[in-house]
Structures are given as structure tokens and as C-alpha cells.
């Protein structure tokens, strides 16, 4: 790294961004990025799988993490919190669980290193958010988070992706941003 790289960051508490980076932890992390002055940007990077040795896991998701932070500067990240409970696959394994817990870990180190603010938000508020409740059936959950996110002509391509857009629909909102406005835009001609 250059001298100028590491001299040009800015210091603990400042960013020189804007948006927001929202991200779904897990073997398939997705990501939400967004700026208030355009259309999000939704995406997915594959970690390697369960077979593979936790600490590769984790590096391949800091290196990645590190790119997008490094190169998007946002004004703040949100990741979604681990969660143990029930689900519609029934409970998570233990391996499964470190892993989140790991993933959440790294990303609360890495935005620390990189002086962006981090929150985890945990799935009962997110989906309070969308739906006005917090316990909906998964159903309902992902027929109106698909309505929310075609309101705004985004079309996420798979779950992962779609967390990630309820993440950062709930983080936008949390911080006094609608992303309402990129509708309205788009039903002009």
C-alpha cells in the first residue's frame, strides 16, 4: 500500500462517504449499496462452502469487505445481526451460528480499521419496518419485501440479495433517508 493511501483515510469517526452499505451474513453474503443521489446497487459474493476451513472463510469475506468499503466509502454500514432462533429451517447448526457470529465479527473489525460506523440490525426490526409486525410468516415476509423492492425497480436475484435490500431499506429509513424518492423518479417520464 502507498504512502499516500494510508495517509489519505480518514480518521476514527470521520468518513468521507456517502450511503449506505447493507449486508446479508452468511455462505452467500449480500450486499445493498446506496447513495442518495442513485439507484441501489445489489449484489452477492459466494464465500467458500462449509467444507472449507472457517478462517479461509473469513479472509476471503474481509478481503471482499475491504474492496467495497475501500472502494465505495460509504457513509455507514449495516450488517444483519446473527440470530439463533427459530426459523423456517428450523434452528441454525452450531457450525452455522459461528460462522455468523465470525462473519459479524469480521465486518465490526473491518469497518473500525476502515473509520466507516457500523450497527447490526436483527431480523425482528427489520421486519417490523416493512410490515409494521415482526414475527410475519416467511411468506408474507418476502412477498412484500419483493413489492418493495419492484416498487423501486430493483429486481434482486436471490435471497441473499434480498435481505441485503431489506437491510438497507431499514438503515436508510433509521437515518432520516426514504428510499421512496428513486419511486417517484421513476414514475415520471
Not at 56 to 63: E, G, K, N, R, V
Not at 117 to 123: D, F, L, Y
Not at 141 to 152: D, P
Request: neutral net charge; proline residues 7%.
Amino acid at each position: 500500500m502507498s504512502e499516500s493511501a494510508v495517509t489519505s483515510k480518514p480518521e476514527k469517526g470521520e468518513t468521507e462517504g456517502e450511503g449506505f452499505l447493507a449486508l446479508e451474513l452468511g455462505g452467500r453474503c449480500g450486499f445493498a449499496l446506496w447513495r442518495p443521489d442513485s439507484s441501489p446497487l445489489l449484489g452477492s459474493n459466494v464465500l467458500p462452502g462449509e467444507a472449507a476451513d472457517l478462517g479461509q472463510a473469513l479472509a476471503a469475506f474481509a478481503d471482499w469487505l475491504e474492496l467495497i468499503i475501500g472502494t465505495n466509502r460509504p457513509l455507514r454500514v449495516v450488517y444483519q445481526a446473527p440470530w439463533s432462533g427459530e426459523g423456517p429451517g428450523g434452528r441454525p447448526s452450531p457450525e452455522t451460528l459461528r460462522r455468523l457470529i465470525c462473519l459479524a465479527g469480521v465486518a465490526a473489525l473491518i469497518c473500525h480499521r476502515e473509520a466507516v460506523p457500523a450497527s447490526e440490525a436483527n431480523v425482528q426490526a427489520v421486519r417490523r419496518h416493512l410490515l409494521g409486525h415482526g414475527r410475519p410468516p416467511s411468506k408474507a415476509a418476502q412477498a412484500a419485501l419483493k413489492a418493495r423492492a419492484q416498487s423501486l425497480g430493483l429486481d434482486p436475484r436471490n435471497a441473499a440479495e434480498r435481505d441485503a435490500f431489506a437491510l438497507l431499506d431499514y438503515a436508510a429509513a433509521r437515518h432520516g433517508f426514504s428510499l421512496n424518492a428513486l419511486a417517484a423518479g421513476r414514475a415520471a417520464p
